[in-house]
């Protein structure tokens, strides 16, 4: 398991992040590009949000997740990147929703030229 996984798995994002995430992959499910693109992204950040947070203390591949979770890391760097992680979610969603079509047709105004 690479040690920003370890890192993850110790300490897992909240539940705040987790469902904006799954509604963001739920409002994309028609998509499978989309869905691969969301995919790299968030893996990047996710491997961001563990080398971050464990900047000061050091981890070995042989570290199991439960030694991981025992070392000092700073609770409010993960509560700060899951905030990051909740905007680039919400960012997203807007995206995908500007993207598709109007859910009902404009009306015709009344002056045409």
């Known amino acids: 398991m690479p040690v920003a996984a370890k ?22 499910a028609d998509d499978a590009g989309s869905l691969d693109d969301l995919a790299a992204q968030v893996h990047a950040r996710m491997t961001l949000r563990a080398l971050t947070c464990s900047k000061d203390v050091a ?24 905030t990051e992680l909740q905007k680039f979610y919400g960012i997203r969603m807007v995206r995908a929703l500007l993207a598709r079509p109007a859910p009902r047709p404009m009306k015709a105004s009344g002056l045409q030229a």
């Open 59 to 82: 981890v070995t591949r042989f570290d199991s997740v439960d030694a991981v979770r025992e070392l000092p890391m700073p609770s409010s760097c993960f509560r700060e990147q899951d």
């Open 7 to 28: 890192i993850n798995a110790a300490h897992p994002v909240s539940p705040e992040t987790r469902l904006a995430h799954e509604r963001l992959k739920a409002l994309l």
